[in-house]
């Protein structure tokens, strides 16, 4: 449990309920900055700075209670919060919010965790964010000899919000990858419960952190496309957001790695990218305290945030299949004939990118929902 020196750990803290932003140690200057981060990702601008901070200044009184439980996964979603020092986003979580139970992170352990749990569970009126797939094999998930399917659904009934952290969560994510012996599944599926899903391996602490003081701000659960994502944070491709995305209009890609073209910071579709495919915004919240992301460190995209992910994009250095080059009728691009067009391509390949949206591999049902309604990805 992460502990102020000097101080007792959450849960035990001495409370100065006057000024409850300051009683938790998050400095005034962090508070705001933690506040127009969050209204800066929500859409809010900076008049959203005050109701931001009213809404988490009156969490800090009542402190709602986070139950965390951790199914099948690698609790990297947890790592990636606790290890965040930007936005604070596990000050938010650990210490404005009540994190009454997070296995990983929690001094308690055995039966006293055990108890931990049971008493939140009747208590009710939580906020129960999930982090793992959940098998639905008997005797293939357990946890204090209790089937993690069981544990899931108990939990969730008495839930006031559901969001389910990361890939595992959401779809199943690597421990669901073939030949997955566990049936493991998300848990939309799993639980046959409404959640909010925010994808991504690992989810990225600030859509956590934003979409939680949503949460707290709105009373309600934010507008998700059909794949239960807020629509705010998964609307748009990588591809359509991506800093790399004037070099895909001119036709300057990256062959191989090591090559000048990469030095040139050129795109990486033919490596394997699979940013048109893929909708959430990395290259806005980026990772590591928000210092790069994945195209940005020089690598491709792998279509963590999607549906189906691993299998759907197995082959993650595979050219995505029939991508179109906007402004070129008729070019279906193929993988290969990109390079060959790239002259043609250029001209009007700028201007298009003005347009906005227009690599995609197939018509889209609905583009503003987050993707077409089956997962996608390269043809096997
Ligand atoms: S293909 Fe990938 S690297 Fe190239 S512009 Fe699209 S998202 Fe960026
Ligand atoms: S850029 Fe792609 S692979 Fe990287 S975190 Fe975002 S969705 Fe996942």
Redesign the pocket.
């Known amino acids: 449990m992460a502990v102020t020196p000097g101080r007792a750990p959450t849960g035990g803290l001495t409370r100065d309920l006057h000024s409850p932003v300051r009683a938790v140690d998050i400095g005034r200057r962090d508070f705001i900055k933690l506040c127009g981060t969050t209204a800066a990702l929500l859409g809010l601008g900076s008049a959203g700075i005050p109701r931001i901070a009213q809404a988490l200044e009156s969490a800090a009184v009542k402190r709602p209670s986070v139950i965390w439980l951790n199914f099948a996964s690698d609790t990297g979603c947890t790592e990636a919060l606790i290890k965040a020092s930007y936005p604070n986003a596990a000050q938010l979580i650990l210490e404005i919010l009540s994190l009454d139970y997070n296995e990983t992170i929690m001094a308690a352990a055995g039966d006293q965790a055990e108890e931990i749990l049971d008493h939140a569970l009747k208590r009710g009126d939580y906020i129960l964010i999930v982090e793992g797939g959940i098998p639905t094999k008997p005797g293939y998930g357990m946890i204090a000899r209790r089937e993690m399917l069981d544990i899931g659904k108990e939990f969730a009934e008495r839930a006031t919000a559901v969001i389910a952290v990361g890939s595992c969560a959401t779809w199943g994510g690597v421990p669901a990858g073939d030949p997955n012996p566990a049936a493991i599944k998300g848990v939309r599926e799993a639980l046959g419960v409404e959640c909010i899903n925010l994808d991504l391996c690992p989810v990225n602490e600030g859509i956590l952190v934003a979409t939680v003081v949503d949460f707290l701000l709105t009373k309600r659960v934010p507008e998700l496309d059909q794949h239960g994502r807020p629509k705010i944070f998964y609307g748009q491709?990588?591809?359509d957001q991506?800093?790399?995305?004037g070099?895909?209009n001119a036709g300057r890609f990256v062959e191989r790695f090591g090559s000048p073209e990469e030095e040139l910071g050129y795109?990486?579709?033919k490596m394997g990218?699979?940013?048109?495919d893929t909708y959430a915004n990395c290259s806005k919240f980026r990772y590591n305290d928000r210092v790069s992301w994945c195209?940005g460190a020089g690598a491709?995209?792998i279509g963590c945030a999607q549906p189906g992910w691993v299998d759907q994009f197995a082959g993650f250095y595979e050219r995505l299949p029939g991508?179109d080059i906007p402004g070129m009728d008729g070019v279906a691009a193929g993988a290969d004939k990109i390079g060959v067009a790239a002259g043609v391509v250029t001209a009007a390949g700028i201007a298009a990118h003005a347009v906005g949206t227009a690599?995609k591999r197939r018509p889209d049902k609905n583009p503003s929902s987050g993707g077409t309604d089956k997962p996608t990805g390269p043809a096997k």
């Open positions: 491709t990588i591809h991506c800093e790399r995305r070099h895909f795109c990486l579709y990218c699979k940013g048109p195209i491709p995209c991508v690599a």
